[in-house]
């Protein structure tokens, strides 16, 4: 097989890189920190120091980035792959970025005769090392045919959106949900609690009606209530989600009261929830004193 590019090995980049491997795939990874760097290097993953050595080596390129402007950065400045990769490269994005940008930069691959398409995932970090996320995508069928196999190592379950760039307006959609889901949550069970009804109770009725969600089945179990807190996705990762998803609004001129306040909500937690917590603390918002804030 060939070899498949993995640039950005934080908490999820480092688990597709290993099924990846897994799954027989020639793997070579990358990241900013030579610190990231060492520890996939002590898992078996080759690594190397940039991103010309990854496209030196592979016809397919994932990244798994923080930020749309990093994803940019890695893809047009100094160094990236339009400088160094060769006709014909596949890039699958697989960070939560800004539909614009994602357009942008597949337009600017594609004129330099590279393809990209957009693949944000879902399934946090154990989903990753397990090949068990959940894919939503966007891109032309040409492209979606070629990075199949990858995407089928790396995940359960991809569904195909639309163009370039609807992948990233899907999941943005999704994470705004969830953002959403947590703040009614946390709430519902504190009023049930106050009214004498346990959480767990509470979920177990709430999981056989109508008011279910993947708050109430998954977060709840997983990493609230047992106070584990510990899903690798942080606040500060989720509040840019949620920003992202703000801007969408404002930039089409919608009107959207709740998702507004969701918005709203979530940058004021910044007051009393740091940046490192894990995200689902958002579920105590209202139950903390303001302390200074928290940054990554």
Known sequence: MSTVGVVGLGNMGRGMALSLQREGWQVLGTDASAATRRQLADEGVPVCDSVAQITDQSDTVVLSLPTAAIVEQVVTGPGGLLASGRKGLLVIDCSTSHPDTTRRVAQRLADAGMSMIDAPVSGGPKGAVTGQLTMVIGGAEVDLVRAMPILEAMSAKRVHIGDVGAGNVAKIANNLMCAAHLLVAGEVARLANKAGVSTDKLLEGINAGSGRSGVTQVNYPAWIMNGAFDSGFTMKLMRKDV????????????????MQAVADLWRLSADTIGDDEDFN??????????????HS
């Open 281 to 294: 603390r958002i579920v105590e918002l209202g139950q903390r004193e303001t302390t200074s804030r928290t």
């Open 243 to 258: 920003n992202l998803g703000a801007e969408l609004m404002e930039q089409h001129g919608l009107t959207l009261p709740l």
